[in-house]
């Protein structure tokens, strides 16, 4: 059962309102932070000064924040801002537009939303990574798992659950077109609330995401973590 949509790249459904990119705010509150964070403490310390992009309700700002980074979160969704906590500086806009007049030593892109199915997006989001860097500053990037995006196939997602018992996961349906996956994940909570996501994504190769951030003024990229799920951009 693939959700009834008009928006052919996105859609959701379940209790609570969705964003425009497919998300439901009830569920994504509720999602615990399951450390992806880690492989980039190097660069997290006390005192960064941090843009978080496509923040949502805020599952990763709460740990930035406990590490003693500065948070600027960004969401173009009302709904999920409300959420943030206090300490957070939220910001209501797009990333595409999103022009601030403050420079940062870190812009963090998580969730794969780099895999965004529409190249112009993708190329204004790099563009919104290095037009708020400082020289020397970070582009940090969650990707999605390449070979994961090759061969997933529906049903039930084991082991992602993990800390959060209460939620079943399942690949509902994957279909793959012109070069990208299209797929509609649904969640299960043991009280009945259910919740689906139809989104498209663009698999990217290395030599894609290194054109991407070089068109955008970055120099190069490097892998953070020896399971290429971040990837680290420098500002010249
Ligand atoms: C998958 S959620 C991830 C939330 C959070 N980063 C996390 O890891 O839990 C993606 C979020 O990005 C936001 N988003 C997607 N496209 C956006 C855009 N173009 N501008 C601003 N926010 C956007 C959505 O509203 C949603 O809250």
Known sequence: MK???????????????????????????????????????PWLGAGTRVLELGCGPGRLTRPLLAQGCSVVAVDNSAEMLTHLPLRAQAMHAGIETLTLAERFD??????????????ETRHAFAACAARHLRPG?????????????????????????????????????????????????RYARADGRQWTHYFRIQPLDEPALRQLAREAGFQDIDWVDASRRWLRCEMP
Request: hydrophobic letters at 40%; one cysteine or more; aromatic letters at 6%.
């Open 3 to 41: 959700p009834t949509t008009t928006e052919p790249l996105f859609s959701g459904s379940g209790p609570g309102p969705q964003t425009a990119d497919g998300c439901s705010v009830e569920l994504y509150r509720d999602l615990p932070y399951r450390g992806e964070l880690q492989a980039l403490s």
């Open 106 to 119: 870190v812009v963090l892109l998580a969730a794969g939303l780099i895999h965004m199915p529409a190249a």
């Open 137 to 185: 500053g970070l582009w940090l990037v969650q990707v999605h798992d390449a070979d994961w995006l090759a061969r997933v196939t529906p049903g039930r997602v084991t082991g992602d659950e993990g800390d959060d018992k209460d939620l079943v996961l399942w690949v509902y349906h994957v279909e793959r077109t012109q070069g990208q996956v299209a797929m509609t994940l």
